[in-house]
Nanobody, 116 residues
Framework: QVQLVESGGGLVQAGGSLRLSCVAS????????LGWYRQAPGKQRELVAQITGVGRTNYADSVKGRFTISRDNTKNTMYLQMNSLKPEDTAVYYC??????????WGQGTQVTVSS
């Protein structure tokens, strides 16, 4: 079993920045992929950003140029740097870790609220 602990969410004004962190209880070096998802009230969960084990990234069109996903294998941690935040970015953000195609883990979620 793998536990993922998220942090970094909060309340910020439009145009501001936040950095989300997700710490895994085991090594993430061999992971197939890591990702960040979000879900707003009344909306479906959507993929925000993804990074593969070899460093390839993928972003939702709505966040391209504003968000950056990264990983630090020495700290077993993944990050989501969010800049130029907009009110429509308001959601609960979840980190996701894929060890194998049959072994996937989720963080507890962290609230991001963007005002104005």
């Amino acid at each position: 079993q793998v536990q993922l602990v998220e942090s970094g969410g909060g309340l910020v004004q439009a145009g501001g920045s936040l950095r989300l962190s997700c710490v895994a209880s085991r090594s993430i070096f061999s992971a197939i992929a890591l990702g960040w998802y979000r879900q707003a009230p009344g909306k479906q969960r959507e993929l925000v950003a993804q990074i593969t084990g070899v460093g390839r990234t993928n972003y939702a069109d709505s966040v391209k140029g504003r968000f950056t996903i990264s990983r630090d294998n020495t700290k077993n941690t993944m990050y989501l740097q969010m800049n130029s935040l907009k009110p429509e970015d308001t959601a609960v953000y979840y980190c996701n870790l894929v060890i194998t195609f049959a072994e996937t883990y989720w963080g507890q979620g962290t609230q991001v609220t963007v005002s104005s």
